[in-house]
């Protein structure tokens, strides 16, 4: 079994996003999906060969965690952006937990904002705890350590330079702005919808 990237050219001329930073972008994740099907082989192969013991096989089984999270957050994150952003509808389930539990859609707005400026690089994500129906606005500082467990990631801001700093510099709250502008709603309230079944 392989993964295969996808392809997310669509995103291209996307308002705030240029062209070469996605397409930058979009180099990066497909390395991900190359280094996490290579470790899976190298891990597979030394299983076969008995060195499951071997410092390298330690090593790989490490480093898998790092590539395929890099892969699947990029995914997540490409596929809740869009070149036409849909708002949330007020109707959905998600807009309501959102107003239910922070009060209303800008202050979580407000929230979201605030843990995506956090000094670093990482990743900014709401997640969806079905286990006590409640929502969770985390910074995950590495793509390996900080996901929490069960949860559903409903919303994605990749906070690394490489997303960032090619258009707006040391302008975080600027590339913030640009993503809130771009965001396809459709995405996260379907993530959503599917994980309260």
Same mark, same amino acid.
Do not use: V, Y
């Given at each position: 079994m392989a993964y295969e990237a996808k392809n997310f050219d669509y995103l291209i001329g996307t308002t705030g996003f240029s062209d070469?930073?996605?397409k930058n972008h979009f180099t990066l994740y497909q390395g991900y999906v190359a280094n996490t099907n290579k470790l899976i082989e190298a891990i597979i192969a030394l299983s076969r060969e008995n060195r499951t013991s071997t410092l390298e096989f330690a090593e790989l089984k490490r480093r898998l965690g790092w590539e395929f999270n890099?892969?699947?957050l990029h995914e997540l994150y490409f596929e809740n952006l869009s070149k036409t952003p849909a708002p949330l509808d007020q109707n959905s389930l998600l807009y309501k937990k959102i107003v239910?539990?922070?009060?209303?859609?800008?202050e979580f707005e407000k929230y979201f904002r605030a843990s995506g400026a956090v000094r670093g690089i990482g990743w900014t994500v709401l997640y969806y705890d079905a286990r006590s129906d409640f929502l969770l606005v985390c910074w995950v500082n590495e793509h390996d350590v900080g996901h929490l467990t069960g949860c559903t990631p409903?919303?994605?801001?990749?906070v690394f330079e490489h997303a960032f700093m090619p258009d707006y510099g040391l302008k975080r709250a600027d590339y913030i702005d640009?993503?809130?502008?771009?965001?396809?709603? /459709?995405?996260?309230?379907?993530?959503?919808?599917?994980? /309260?079944?």
């Open positions: 070469q930073l996605l890099g892969m699947r239910a539990q922070f009060g209303s859609f800008q409903l919303l994605i801001m990749d640009a993503f809130f502008k771009a965001i396809d709603w /459709n995405a996260a309230a379907k993530r959503f919808e599917a994980s /309260n079944r």
